[in-house]
């Protein structure tokens, strides 16, 4: 199986600041590669899929980088509604999809 | 709109079994497959596996062979998901979400439904 590994697990921002998360995959997945926001008691949420495709409805802030191993996900400035915690996910892997462990985004 | 609307929270006890269904609205279920991913307390999420809508096939991930079961019933647009011999370490949050199946996403989710394992 191909392991989703995202960094940092924990992040502190305040609103408006830019924050960075990083996925990397263990092989090379192209461009295959989903991002999810979850709320405390919600179900995730698509924001971005093929590494920067944005999902309609999505706020413009959000942004998506990346191919091959290294991907990033970009929120350009915080808003309150934006702390939760974010997966990656690789679609390479036809009918093996892989989330990454998560990065809770928090107020500072 | 596309709507997945799952069952209500279950208490069950160890051995025993559950079935947690994901009703579809919006779209005709045969179009899109479903997974199953399971959020387990304070966990991540963890892909289960899928079935196809148009044929019926599952396909289970590393670690769901044996006790979970995944099911439909076309006439009511519900898939299910069925867990047996119950263990503590099956309490978690389920959820359906559909695969749209150009980019691969899972584009709708359900609400979750909470199962409990306790004696």
């Known amino acids: 199986d191909i392991q989703m590994t995202q960094s940092p697990s924990s992040l502190s921002a305040s609103v408006g600041d830019r924050v960075t998360l990083t996925c990397r995959a263990s092989?090379?997945?192209?461009?295959?590669l989903n991002w999810y926001q979850q709320k405390p008691g919600k179900a995730p949420n698509l924001l971005i899929y093929?590494?920067?495709s944005l999902q309609s409805g999505v706020p413009s802030r959000f942004s998506g980088s990346g191919s091959g191993t290294d991907f990033t996900l970009t929120i350009s400035s915080l808003q309150p509604e934006d702390f939760a915690t974010y997966y990656c996910?690789?679609?390479?892997?036809?009918?093996?999809?892989?989330f990454g462990q998560g990065t809770k985004v928090e107020i500072k | 709109q596309v709507q997945l609307v799952q069952s209500g929270s279950e208490l069950k006890k160890p051995g025993a079994s559950v079935k947690v269904s994901c009703k579809a609205s919006?779209?005709?279920?045969?179009?899109?497959?479903m997974n199953w991913v399971r959020q387990a307390p304070g966990q991540g999420l963890e892909w289960m596996g899928w079935?196809?809508?148009?044929?019926?096939?599952?396909t289970y991930a590393q670690g769901f062979t044996g006790r979970f079961v995944f099911s439909l019933d076309t006439s009511v647009s519900t898939a299910y998901l069925q867990i047996s011999s119950l263990k503590a370490e099956d309490t978690a949050v389920y959820y359906c979400?559909?695969?749209?199946?150009?980019?691969?996403?899972?584009?709708?989710w359900g609400q979750g439904t909470l199962v409990t394992v306790s004696s």
């Open positions: 979400a559909r695969l749209e199946d150009t980019d691969y996403i899972f584009d709708y």
């Open positions: 919006g779209y005709t279920l045969s179009s899109y497959g």
């Open positions: 079935i196809n809508t148009n044929t019926g096939n599952p």
């Open positions: 092989q090379s997945i192209s461009s295959y």
């Open positions: 093929a590494a920067s």
């Open positions: 996910q690789q679609s390479y892997s036809t009918l093996s999809w892989t």
